[in-house]
């Protein structure tokens, strides 16, 4: 089975760092691009970057450049999301997804809540 | 960046009865244009890719339709499964984009 796996809900604090992951299974993960989407509580739906795990090429959205990192380690089939110091605003749910023909295999999401 | 704006925000449409939900595009997307519906507490889930090929798995009562910049999901006749939030999304050109969701809801 297809599946992408992410890692469980975090409670930080503004100016924490995270870094938060998405395993792949079932299938060659250096061969599909890996995105990551934001979804603010009540909101729509937010491209934030990309990444080709078999040679880490990556893109971000302008509007999260500079904001967080997106990496992966095709050794263990794993992407991430990183934040090095965060904000309230970036309370939100967090989805990874394969990006082929449209975001065809989604990850369940991980809640992150930046609370002082 | 690529603008992608759904009309109308909102849809009440009635069981059994057709839905026609649009998304315009900013600027030419070709075909490389996508539909997902998400549920309350739901991942998003890929319904229409490459403007009109249905998903592994998707009903034939949604269909898509469109190119360049204009562009149409259909859902033929509604069941109570359906009611949702639907996005389109463009993914010719970096950074892909989102529209901001039509919430189709019940009459």
């Known amino acids: 089975e297809v599946q992408l796996v992410q890692s469980g809900a975090e409670v930080k604090k503004p100016g924490e760092s995270l870094k938060i992951s998405c395993k792949g299974s079932g299938y060659s993960f250096t061969s599909y691009w890996i995105g990551w989407v934001r979804q603010m509580p009540g909101k729509g739906l937010e491209w934030m970057g990309i990444?080709?795990?078999?040679?880490?090429?990556?893109r971000y959205s302008p509007s999260f450049q500079g904001q967080v990192t997106i990496s992966a380690d095709k050794s263990i089939s794993t992407a991430y999301l990183q934040w090095s110091s965060l904000k309230a605003s970036d309370t939100a749910m967090y989805y990874c997804a394969r990006q082929g023909g449209g975001m065809d295999v989604w990850g369940q999401g991980t809640t992150v809540t930046v609370s002082s | 960046e690529i603008v992608m704006t759904q009309s109308p925000a909102t849809l009440s449409v009635s069981p059994g009865e057709r839905a026609t939900l649009s998304c315009r595009a900013s600027q030419s997307v070709s075909s490389n244009l996508a539909w997902y519906q998400q549920k309350p507490g739901q991942a998003p889930r890929l319904l229409i890719y490459g403007a009109s090929t249905r998903a592994t798995g998707i009903p034939a009562r949604f269909s898509g339709s469109g190119s360049g910049t204009e562009f149409t999901l259909t859902i033929s006749s509604l069941q109570s499964e359906d009611f949702a939030v639907y996005y389109c999304?463009?993914?010719?050109?970096?950074?892909?984009?989102f529209g901001q969701g039509t919430k189709l809801e019940i009459k």
């Open positions: 990444i080709y795990p078999g040679d880490s090429d990556t």
């Open positions: 999304q463009q993914y010719n050109n970096w950074p892909v984009t």
